[in-house]
């Protein structure tokens, strides 16, 4: 399990890098217990968002992911880990550019 989360990590640098600065923007600004309940929150509506579309076309419309890395990086139930995660500070960064 740790090399599949390492080996996740060493393919989307991008997303983890920024995931690390969402995390030194996000903590400062709300507090590790709001920093954490956005989080998974926000990673829960993204996965479900996720899922469904390649399941049930809603709400994004139908599409698929190609597998061709789900032996090297984490997936959940059919949806790169990271892809969900990227919701989370996209999010954030929308919202606090928004209040700027």
Known sequence: ML????DTIVMRPYVFTFF?????ACVPHVGWRKTLTFTVAAY???????????????PY?????L?????K???????PFFDSLSYVFLTYF???????
């Open 3 to 6: 090399d599949t989360i390492f």
């Open 20 to 24: 690390v600065v969402f995390l030194l």
């Open 44 to 58: 829960l509506i993204a996965f479900i968002s996720e899922k469904l579309s390649i399941t049930t076309g809603f």
């Open 61 to 65: 419309g139908w599409y698929y992911y």
């Open 67 to 71: 597998d061709t890395t789900s032996h």
């Open 73 to 79: 990086e984490l997936w959940v139930s059919g949806v």
């Open 94 to 100: 929308s919202y606090t550019t928004a209040l700027f």
